[in-house]
């Protein structure tokens, strides 16, 4: 197995499970949402929507690969070697 950074390893699973979490949470506020009508209560779940579709957004692009990077082998990159 990769040796991992110290700081990365102890919160991976924190983190993995964040992620879930959102995914989960991206999920129902879109089923949520197209129940509701047009109101308070649909402008406050769109609100949570889009900051946790913006959240996820980041993490694809700063977080997730340098996380777990050390982890994956991806074919045709550099790091694996292939």
Do not use: H
Not at 43 to 61: G, N, S, T, V, Y
């Amino acid at each position: 197995m990769p040796k991992v950074p110290g700081s990365c390893q102890p919160n991976l699973e924190d983190y993995y499970n964040k992620l879930r979490t959102e995914a989960i949470g991206i999920v129902f506020d879109n089923k949520k949402l197209d129940r509701l009508p047009v109101g308070d209560e649909r402008i406050k779940i769109a609100k949570i929507l889009e900051a946790r579709l913006l959240w996820f957004d980041d993490q694809l692009e700063k977080e997730i690969l340098k996380r777990f990077g050390p982890f994956l082998r991806i074919r045709g990159s550099r790091s694996s070697g292939g």
